[in-house]
Nanobody, 117 residues
Framework: QVQLVESGGGLVQPGGSLRLSCAAS????????MGWYRQAPGKQRELVAA???????NYPDSVKGRFTISKDIAKNTVYLQMNSLKPEDTAVYYC???????????WGQGTQVTVSS
């Protein structure tokens, strides 16, 4: 079992930045793929950033160049740096951990990000 706890959400003006953190309850990053997803009201949950156990990253076009995912193995924490935020980035952001060997998925509780003037 893995517990994930997100933090760092809040209210920010358009063009601003936020950094989200996701702390895992144990050391998993060497064997798990990690991802950040978001879900806006009335919309499906979508992937916004992913990082594999070897450090390869992937982003959809909607956030490419603005969002950066990274991980600190020593701290069991994965981050999402979000720059040049837009109102359409408003959503609940969720951290995800995938045990690629066993096919198991774990989710955090989510953190609200609101981009508004």
């Amino acid at each position: 079992q893995v517990q994930l706890v997100e933090s760092g959400g809040g209210l920010v003006q358009p063009g601003g930045s936020l950094r989200l953190s996701c702390a895992a309850s144990r050391s998993i990053f060497r064997s798990y793929a990690m991802g950040w997803y978001r879900q806006a009201p009335g919309k499906q949950r979508e992937l916004v950033a992913a990082i594999t156990s070897t450090g390869s990253t992937n982003y959809p076009d909607s956030v490419k160049g603005r969002f950066t995912i990274s991980k600190d193995i020593a701290k069991n924490t994965v981050y999402l740096q979000m720059n040049s935020l837009k109102p359409e980035d408003t959503a609940v952001y969720y951290c995800n951990a995938e045990d690629v060997i066993r096919g198991l998925y774990y989710w955090g509780q989510g953190t609200q990000v609101t981009v508004s003037s």
